[in-house]
């Protein structure tokens, strides 16, 4: 069923259908995962990826992760080890993204990999992805569905928004949950985290030791360039605007209901601050404020991820 956006569509068992063969034929699909909405197209080939970087006119050095449904999905593309399974048990599916060794007879294009020799590889949760993915005869290569360098899609608007008819299939999935991109692990060397996301650094320590990377010239997975996840307009960090034309994130019930306060949660919920994260920013750019000034977020858990965005906002 379509709605009054000629190209945003109801998930149902005909539009799975029109978009596995859209795919097949080496299209692009705007479809939601339980992380934000992603720009999906076939991860082997050439076209489509090379299409994907010039309609979100996305950098070449920077990669994109590769979704598959399962395991078997994708041992014919990278070269697993003992810490990615111990991770995959417990994570997947879900918003966990594995950075492996591309395998020699991997059939990934390399546009998809920035011609590294590593993989970013995800198995998302969410049901209208994993219906797709276990449909087709490919993995898709996946960004999130929004020019480069902004802000993150969580609803199917957002993506009309961004690339008007550009793409001929948008999914509506509704918001999504987390709001905010999946995690990304380094598993090539010893393990480290190179963005931050809801499984957090102390949930991976359960499992064996990680730290948070500080490699700043090495781009090996989305989410590395100092620009990014910007709403447009200047976000100014851990200070309060002097005039009421300049919006103010805030934090925690201390804060009073102004005009142009935006609280990402009253109770002082890192989850529910996440993913109001880039819906408030959206907000506030589409109202008209011509600054954004943000309240200062406790620096441990989710908070370090939503840091994490925001820093990389300000630049």
């Known amino acids: 069923m379509k709605n009054f956006y000629s190209n945003i569509y109801s998930f149902n068992?005909?539009?799975?259908?029109?978009?596995?063969?859209?795919?097949?034929?080496?299209?692009?699909?705007?479809?939601?995962?339980?992380?934000?909405?992603?720009?999906?197209?076939?991860?082997?080939?050439?076209?489509?990826?090379?299409?994907?970087?010039?309609?979100?006119?996305?950098?070449?050095?920077?990669?994109?992760?590769?979704?598959?449904?399962?395991?078997?999905?994708?041992?014919?593309?990278?070269?697993?080890?003992?810490?990615?399974?111990?991770?995959?048990?417990k994570f997947c599916p879900g918003p966990l993204t594995f950075i492996?060794?591309?395998?020699?007879?991997?059939?990934?294009?390399?546009?998809?990999?920035?011609?590294?020799?590593?993989?970013?590889?995800?198995?998302?949760?969410?049901?209208?992805?994993r219906s797709v993915l276990k449909l087709i005869k490919f993995p898709l290569a996946m960004p999130s569905a929004n020019l480069s360098s902004g802000l993150s899609p969580v609803n199917a608007l957002d993506v009309f928004e961004e690339f008007k008819k550009?793409?001929?299939?948008?999914?509506?999935?509704?918001?999504?949950?987390?709001?905010?991109?999946?995690?990304?692990?380094?598993?090539?060397g010893k393990p480290k985290i190179l963005r931050?996301?809801?499984?957090t650094k102390s949930k991976l320590n359960r499992f064996f030791k990680i730290d948070l990377s500080n490699n700043k010239f090495k781009i090996k997975s989305p989410g590395m360039l100092k620009k990014?996840?910007?709403?447009?307009?200047?976000?100014?960090?851990?200070?309060?605007?002097?005039?009421?034309?300049?919006?103010?994130?805030?934090f925690g019930k201390k804060f009073q209901n102004y005009k142009n306060y935006f609280n990402l949660s009253k109770k002082a919920d890192l989850k529910e601050a996440a993913a109001n994260l880039y819906k408030t920013m959206r907000k506030i750019k589409k109202i008209g404020y011509k600054k954004i000034y943000v309240t200062k977020i406790p620096n441990k858990g989710l908070g370090l991820a939503i840091n994490d965005r925001l820093k990389r906002a300000s630049n």
Do not use: M
């Not at 979100?56 to 078997?72: E, G, Q, T, W």
């Not at 990934?108 to 995800?122: E, G, M, N, Q, W």
């Not at 948008?170 to 949950?177: F, H, L, P, S, V």
């Not at 307009?233 to 805030?250: D, E, F, G, Q, R």
């Open 100 to 129: 492996l060794k591309k395998s020699k007879n991997s059939k990934i294009t390399p546009f998809a990999t920035s011609s590294l020799k590593t993989v970013a590889i995800r198995f998302p949760k969410n049901r209208i992805i």
């Open 196 to 199: 931050p996301g809801i499984i």
């Open 13 to 89: 068992l005909r539009i799975l259908k029109k978009t596995v063969k859209y795919l097949s034929q080496g299209n692009l699909v705007a479809i939601p995962t339980e992380t934000v909405y992603g720009l999906a197209g076939n991860a082997y080939s050439k076209k489509a990826v090379k299409n994907i970087f010039k309609v979100k006119k996305r950098p070449k050095k920077n990669p994109l992760i590769i979704h598959y449904h399962n395991i078997s999905d994708a041992e014919k593309d990278v070269i697993f080890n003992k810490n990615f399974f111990l991770l995959y048990k």
């Open 228 to 250: 990014h996840y910007s709403p447009g307009i200047p976000v100014i960090l851990n200070k309060k605007p002097k005039y009421s034309n300049h919006a103010y994130i805030v």
């Open 166 to 188: 550009k793409i001929n299939i948008i999914i509506d999935g509704g918001n999504t949950k987390i709001g905010i991109e999946s995690t990304v692990v380094d598993l090539t």
